[in-house]
């Protein structure tokens, strides 16, 4: 039978939700940095190949798609073991990626297969998941990563597309690694709290 509980139990059940959270919100950084590195590094060897001529150059992305896809899942599940507990948070968190991902793969199928450069429009995409997350985090610099992908995905396609990678690469740089520091000094002051 269920038992009213104390104030001391209800207030107990509080912080263990609220260090829950706490939790949660501190593992996001790795993501953003793993990818935000990936990519980066990934735009730029693809316009340098390009300018030098390698026919293949675009293999570069789906290598590095390959990478950060074990890479994410490795972290994933060893957290996930870790913690042992999934909040509602890191569910909305898991399946807005997941479902950015099952997108932006199909996106970039159909973009190639039209003849379409892809960046533009991965960076727009970007945008949302990123947003969303600074949104739920109710961390700044997510949220303004996630501005910045839209308007530098603008950027791409319409002012300087002959270097769409390059311009990728920046992106990524303000809207993922440059957030993702300041997360992980955000994460690093909760955890030595």
Known sequence: MDQEMTPAQSMEVIHRMIAEAKQSAQRANFYFLLWGVLCALSGAIDHVLLRQGVALHWLVWPGMGLIGAIGSSLHGAREGHRKGVMTMMDRVQMWLWSGFAITLVLLIILLVAKGLDPNPFVLVLTGMPTFITGMLMR????????????????????????YSSLIFSAGIVVGYIIPGLMLKRHEDGLRTT
Do not use: K, N, S
């Open 139 to 162: 961390f700044r610099p997510l949220m303004i990563g996630g501005l910045l992908f839209w308007v530098i995905g603008l950027t791409a396609a319409f002012v300087f597309p002959g």
